[in-house]
């Protein structure tokens, strides 16, 4: 069984522009989660969804940044525009029932210059 | 309030027992976790406890719970270089979906 992907790996961006995180979550998993890891720090929650309904988004920075998640099923995070304090490393995760172990994707690494 | 710290670095001999400690601020978590994160890989549960226990071993893992003092560590018998990982200290809330994580403590393995 495949586990979470996220697409890219790594992404380098300057400041101003655009980018788009991809999360592909367990198959048959409904919950879908956010996380980042900024500057080697502790790795913050950004927003968890249900389905395609956004069932906590107290995580989210500020309007730059927008989840969505159209048919339930992979995810992305787009971060619009970007700035030099996003760079870090963007976790996503899944879980089958709400209290159920998160499993989580090998992240993506990324640099705002 | 929500906070975990742990300290950044630990560097153990091959062999030896490597002891990484954690503190969290609010005791009314439900479960404690222990994540593992290799270079290039994504985060890898490695061990809960429910905050109803004081102990929790497997295998060459024990963790050990202080509710009275808000203290989690992970001992690791017998180190291994394939033991050389993020090691990061989490909780979370029995209602909440969120996982409260630290910083992460990077274990080092000498020879």
């Known amino acids: 069984e495949a586990g979470v992907t996220q697409f890219p790996s790594h992404s380098v961006i300057e400041k101003g522009q655009t980018v788009t995180l991809r999360c592909d979550p367990i198959s048959g998993h409904d919950n879908l989660y956010w996380y980042r890891r900024v500057m080697g720090k502790e790795i913050k929650f950004l927003l968890h969804f249900v389905k395609e309904s956004k069932q906590d988004e107290s995580g989210m920075p500020n309007n730059r940044f927008l989840a969505e998640r159209t048919g339930g099923t992979y995810s992305t995070l787009k971060v619009q525009p970007a700035e030099l304090e996003d760079s870090g490393v963007y976790f996503c995760a899944s879980s089958l029932g709400q209290g159920g172990e998160q499993f989580f994707g090998p992240g993506t690494r990324l640099t705002v210059l | 309030g929500e906070d975990v710290e742990q300290s950044l670095f630990l560097s153990v001999r091959e062999g030896d027992s490597s002891v990484i400690n954690c503190t969290y601020t609010?005791?009314?978590?439900?479960?404690l976790y222990w994540y593992k994160q290799e270079p290039g890989a994504g985060l890898q549960l490695l061990t809960y406890i429910f905050s109803n226990m004081d102990m929790k071993q497997d295998q060459r893992l024990t963790v050990l719970l202080n509710k009275k003092d808000k203290h989690l560590s992970l001992r690791i018998a017998d180190t291994q270089t394939g033991d050389s990982a993020i090691y990061f200290c989490?909780?979370?809330?029995?209602?909440?979906?969120?996982?409260?994580f630290g910083s992460g403590t990077r274990l080092s393995i000498r020879p």
């Open positions: 989490a909780e979370k809330f029995e209602s909440a979906s969120k996982i409260i």
């Open positions: 609010d005791s009314s978590s439900t479960y």
